[in-house]
């Protein structure tokens, strides 16, 4: 869902930009929001190890992880705000995340989550990396080009919506996941 979310938000950059905001925002706006967008998919890689690390009993290696990430975060920001500017404060806001978020996952894997490191990235980041690759070659494909405005956009929107939907269903979902998500459905639809 965050992959899917994100990459949203990253493609259409320009879209929610223009339609909100106008011409007011210059044209480093979109750029920024790619990298808040791409900074927000890697630190939602660590919600479940986290949230599993936790309930094992050792929030305290969530905890430096968090505090290690903000100070990073901060003196990175720091650094690139005074030398460069925005561009280059959400650029070292992603390497940032990359390093950090990446760092964490490896870490709980060898210290406190019961299962290997080398057996979760094809079956749990496999579908979404995949994902990630190809949104980012659309997002790459759309930078520079004017926003997409009326009946193009929402047709464009709501195909990607649908193609995206059919990829968790078909691809990230499992044949028992599928087959519950069906039924919870049609008893929601039955009583509508």
Not at 30 to 44: A, M, T, W
Not at 164 to 183: A, D, K, M, N, T
């Amino acid at each position: 869902m965050n992959a899917c979310i994100c990459l949203l938000l990253a493609i259409y950059a320009q879209e929610p930009l223009h339609y909100w905001m106008g011409d007011k925002l210059g044209p480093v706006a979109p750029v920024v929001l790619v990298f808040v967008c791409y900074c927000l998919f890697l630190e939602s890689l660590t919600d479940n190890p986290s949230l599993v690390n936790d309930g094992l009993g050792r929030p305290h290696i969530t905890g430096i992880a968090a505090l290690l990430r903000a100070t990073l975060g901060l003196a990175g920001a720091r650094w690139a705000q005074t030398n460069y500017g925005i561009v280059a404060l959400h650029l070292t806001q992603l390497f940032v995340s990359a390093i950090t978020c990446v760092g964490f996952v490896v870490l709980v894997h060898r210290w406190s989550l019961p299962w290997s490191w080398r057996s979760v990235p094809r079956r749990v980041y496999g579908p979404g990396g995949a994902l990630l690759v190809a949104g980012s070659i659309a997002v790459f494909w759309r930078t520079g080009h004017s926003p997409i405005t009326g009946a193009e956009f929402l047709g464009s929107a709501i195909s990607l919506v649908v193609v995206l939907v059919s990829i968790g269903l078909f691809v990230v979902l499992s044949p028992e996941h599928r087959v519950r998500l069906v039924g919870v459905v049609s008893r929601r639809l039955g009583r509508a």
